[in-house]
């Protein structure tokens, strides 16, 4: 979710590298800085979000990562790509 700007989304392979699409596929996300949210294949019907925090229904998945990425609220997950964006970025993910 980009301060200012349309949101962009990826999809990692099983390496865990991904390419954001914003407008065309593979394109890039905006310039600027972005709190980044995640979620697991199949978590959109694993998850309510309703105007809280996530909660687990009856078919949640098990996820690779905390629920707080999950949330634009929570995620800490943060990446500034400067005012001309970047090609190379490295997302770290912490334990709770």
């Given at each position: ?42 978590e ?28 634009s ?24």
């Amino acid at each position: 979710m980009p301060v200012a700007g349309r949101p962009g989304y990826a999809t990692t392979d099983t390496q865990g590298r991904f390419a954001v699409t914003t407008f065309r596929p593979g394109d890039g996300a905006v310039p600027g800085r972005h709190r980044v949210t995640l979620r697991a294949i199949g978590e959109a019907h694993a998850f309510r979000f309703d105007d809280g925090p996530p909660r687990r229904t009856a078919s949640s998945v098990q996820l690779p990562f905390t629920t707080k990425y999950a949330s634009s609220i929570d995620t800490d997950l943060e990446v500034d790509l400067g005012e001309r964006g970047s090609r190379d970025l490295e997302l770290v993910l912490s334990d709770p």
